[in-house]
């Protein structure tokens, strides 16, 4: 027996240092990528870690190529300079964002950087195929570009519509007529590369938690209003809540009106029902244009029939709302879309609705915003489910890596 433990011991201890290191390797990674430069006395703070093991992981990212360390910007400090930690900008994602009347293909770096963004418009709802081929044609315009300058992890597809996370397959959305369409499986066959697709709403929420408006949020609830409907994000906790199979967040099938329309589920008066791009953009003849351009318009000419119809639907959402703040407790509420547009047009009436509707407790923590990641939102936020797996296990970046470079056939 005695002869057999120091090998099994020592076995463990190996396998205790692997893992170890793969943590503090992903701690010190994801640190970088979600808050920019950091000099590696501030990642030593942050870590806990002491500075000699902070020096040898930053310079395995570094032989990684996953980052790259930089003089110190802040010459007045006691002792000697801490070198800066960069993300680096040749590490990065494919993101695609399949719309009613668009399909977004983006590339984003390390540290949440948006590269390009082309934004292809189409004369009728996309489907599935329509969707692959013309990101596999945008892809394969810039591949040598890809295959020269950058490393392409992956790729994620923000969906409007319920997702699967397992295996990303869209069960349904119902503004695009996708029913159980496996685009993640079909856009890996056409590209090459590894495919992650989930909810929109949900990618959106993780983007504004970790690079915008929820920035040092634990509980935070993010809707986003689009020319596909409505959609919702839940963090809790610091974690995306996405249920069992990845649907939780349907926030825009919200009773809010029982006298209402049907809405595309089947039900009446969801909350996707009552307020609407479409009738924005109608108030102001844009209808199809961008809502940035529609916000302006809608400023600019704003009257009595305006403002009927964006109070309107400034009532509608918040019943929606005080339901969230009730439910979930949230401490922040950030709107994101033509959603960010009809807050931003009469905050004060949103804000006093929702606390006149919502319980005296939860209402007094949470607070209202608008996002602040603009139309970058759902890349950056498509792109973190490719770099999912490299922050996990930054070591094993060659292996994701090396495919993506050519088709399938």
Known sequence: MSTTEPPLFGLATTAMTSESRRTNLSLILSLVHHRGALSRSELTRATGLNRSTVATLSGQLVD???????????????????????????????????????????????????????????????????????????????????????????????????TRAADGIVTYAPHLGWKDEPIARLLQEATGFPVWAANDASLGAVAELLFGAGVGSMDLIYLNGGASGVGGGIVSNGSLRTGAAGFAGEIGHTLVNSDGVVCHCGSIGCLETEVSLGRLQDLVGLRGADIDDVEVALAAGWNDVIATEVNAQLDFLAIALSNVVNIFNPERIVLGGFLATLFQLNPERLTVQVASRALHGPREVATITRAVLGSSLLMIGAAELALAPLLADPAGARALTTSGLTPKN
């Open 64 to 162: 990684l190529g996953l980052v790259y360390e930089t003089a110190p910007t802040t010459t007045a400090m006691i002792g000697r300079p801490s070198p800066e930690v960069n993300p680096s900008g040749a590490m990065v994602a494919l993101a695609i964002n399949p719309e009613v009347d668009a399909i977004t293909i983006g590339l984003v770096a390390l540290g949440g950087r948006v590269l390009k963004k082309v934004r292809y418009e189409t004369a009728h709802i996309p489907s599935v195929q329509e969707v692959v081929n013309v990101s596999a044609a945008v892809i394969d315009g810039i591949r040598s570009e890809l295959h020269s300058r950058y490393r392409v992890v992956g790729m994620g597809v923000a969906v409007p519509g319920l």
